[in-house]
């Protein structure tokens, strides 16, 4: 018997996550299920019915997104101009919810009854406060829980690279919290490598 050369053994495949499990899923039952509705309201009402509301929610959806565009453009050059002439901003200015109003507009643009419904949902303001405070936790919670080696790792630790190629891992240290409490200099933590 001859030996030849050993069996080459691959690493098992890493579980593809639920989301991507069903979010194709989802998506095709979405899309059959606007249709669907489509077709019961073209039943019940008419085709030209249908087409006006599908107009009507396309220039709907494109006012919206048009108007959270200004305000959040005007917010911008605001918070800029108070930068540059050196005033601090005294207090929040009421343009939060932009990104959802442009979500909202973006859903009533598309064709269809529910996304039609999912984006005015998203046009009412307590709607808008809840859904950014909830997305802000969990972003702030996800941030908490990185390990390293993850994106959000990313923000605490970094890698410089020296001219001979070698790698020596760092930890980004920001001024105030290398000071104690009376502003002077604090222990650094020991380089490891």
Do not use: C
């Amino acid at each position: 018997m001859t030996t030849g050369a050993p069996t080459p053994t691959f690493p098992a495949r890493p579980r593809r996550s639920r989301l991507r499990t069903y979010l194709p899923l989802g998506i095709a039952a979405w899309l059959v299920l606007e249709i669907w509705l489509l077709t019961v309201v073209a039943g019940a009402a008419g085709g030209w019915a249908v087409f006006l509301l599908l107009v009507v929610g396309f220039v709907l959806g494109s006012v919206v997104i048009k108007r959270a565009g200004r305000r959040a453009f005007r917010a911008l050059s605001e918070a800029l101009q108070q930068q540059q002439s050196g005033v601090l901003p005294q207090g929040e200015r009421v343009s939060e919810g932009n990104g959802l109003m442009m979500l909202g507009g973006l859903l009533l643009m598309l064709p269809g009854l529910i996304s039609d419904a999912f984006g005015l949902v998203l046009l009412i303001p307590p709607v808008q406060k809840s859904l950014s405070r909830y997305a802000e936790r969990t972003f702030e919670r996800k941030m908490r829980e990185a390990t390293p080696g993850t994106l959000g790792d990313a923000f605490q630790q970094t890698r410089m690279h020296r001219p001979d190629g070698k790698v020596v891992p760092g930890e980004v240290i920001h001024d105030d919290q290398a000071r104690g409490s009376e502003g002077e200099p604090g222990p650094r933590p020991p380089l490891t490598g």
